[in-house]
């Protein structure tokens, strides 16, 4: 037998968690005594490798735009198209789910840190001076996200900045990275056993109701996926690209059902390419946009990212407030900058996106068992945003490229 995919071992955890935890209902002491620690275990190694991750990830993203500058025009464009469309994509993210929270299913979670949950009311001025720290040990130390991404937003900056003199330092943090990439990647190889272990505490409490919220919060990803194409990529394609939509999905339909089944915006880069090029797209536009696109733009994960804070948050009863929403729409986005393109990469940035807000990042492993459902059709939204911004760099910019 061919071995089974990590998200393959991840679902099947995820249905023998589902019963176990059903024929355990009656032995709660012996889940939380002997199975739950295990998946405590696997929580804590999901926790330790979130700070390097962010920071080492988002340095590397900002490298990858170092050769921006030699295109000019067509790079910043393309970073602003790229940019706008995350920033609604965590918006509706955000406001769909909030409105309809309290019609949604609930899973019941026990967790003994929500008890300490600090909830401060800060104003936004108070809330933006917070993004800036006065060290740079204590916000690594006790995980203070926010000061985390800027802190790695600075140094990377700076690096790229200073030129050939920063080309050792950014070959350090480039070989940093793959290290721990490698190490999620270790992590990640356990995350089948760590989901059961930590998922069947919650359907003992929870009984066959989980099915329910696990449904909802499926079908409410997909809701906003769609949402976000017809509210954002449609106008756009109509308005700046000039684009009869029928014929752009028709000509990006492969690369679309190829990124549903593959589930990498990566490797269905030559499909989008070949599919943005029939559309009349100039090769160089499309072999700059394209790239650059799976590298920076998610707007699927920023979706995914927002609307599972606020569904679990719901979940546990925590009234979010201003800041808390500020501080998701703005780790969620510089987090889908940033996230690796690896089995479990949008994970360990859920723990930070949910950290920002105080939520418990427990929710996590939960969120683990549909993950690989969720991520088929972000893998989709993605490249379609980089195919419309291909078509709307085309029509916008595609005159500097025009033979002298």
């Known amino acids: 037998m061919k071995k089974l995919s990590l998200t393959s071992q991840i679902f099947i955890a995820l249905l023998l968690a589902i019963g176990a ?16 620690p295990w998946g405590t275990i696997f929580l804590n190694l999901l926790k330790f490798i979130v700070v390097p991750l962010v920071i080492f990830s988002i340095m590397s993203a900002i490298f990858s735009m170092n050769d921006i500058t030699k295109i000019g025009k067509l790079g910043g464009r393309a970073l602003l198209y790229f940019m706008c469309t995350t920033i609604i994509a965590t918006c509706l993210g955000l406001l769909l ?37 006065s060290n740079i040990v204590q916000p690594i130390a006790n995980m203070t996200m926010m000061q985390v991404i800027v802190i790695a937003l600075f140094f990377a900056v700076a690096i790229v900045h200073i030129g050939e003199k920063g080309e050792e330092a950014r070959k350090l943090v480039l070989c940093l990275d793959q290290v721990t990439q490698r190490v999620l990647w270790y992590i990640m190889a356990i995350s089948p056993f760590g989901v059961f272990c930590l998922l069947t505490p919650v359907v003992v409490v929870n009984g066959p109701t989980v099915l329910g919220s696990y449904a909802a919060l499926i079908g409410l990803d997909y809701g906003v996926f769609i949402c976000h194409i017809l509210l954002v990529y449609l106008p756009a394609l109509i308005l700046l690209g000039k684009m009869n939509p029928i014929k752009f999905f028709k000509n990006i339909g492969q690369a679309m059902l190829f990124a549903y089944s593959s589930d990498s915006s990566v490797a269905t880069i030559p499909y989008t390419i070949a599919g943005v090029e029939k559309l009349g797209v100039r090769k160089d536009i499309s072999e700059f946009v394209i790239p650059l696109g799976a590298t920076v733009n998610m707007d699927g994960v920023a979706i995914y990212l927002c609307v599972s804070a606020v569904f679990f948050a719901n979940c546990l009863g925590i009234d979010l407030t201003m800041n808390d929403y500020f501080a998701l729409a703005f780790s ?6 940033g996230t690796p393109g690896i089995p479990g990469g949008s994970l360990a940035l859920m ?37 419309s911004c291909a078509v709307v760099m085309e029509t916008t910019t595609g005159h500097i490229f025009d033979k002298k």
């Open 97 to 133: 789910p909030t409105l309809i929270k309290s019609g949604l299913p609930k899973i019941e979670i026990d967790i003994a840190s929500l008890a300490g949950r600090d909830v401060h009311h800060f104003t936004l001025i108070d809330q933006i001076v917070n993004f800036f720290p």
């Open 351 to 387: 723990a930070m996106v949910f950290a920002s807000a105080g939520i418990p990042v427990e929710c996590v492993a939960i969120a683990a068992g549909i993950d690989r459902l969720v991520d088929m059709a972000r893998t989709v939204m993605s490249i379609t945003g980089d195919a």
């Open 332 to 337: 969620a986005t510089i987090a889908s900058i």
């Open 21 to 36: 935890g059903l024929a355990l209902q009656n032995y709660p002491d012996f889940v939380n005594g002997y199975i739950k």
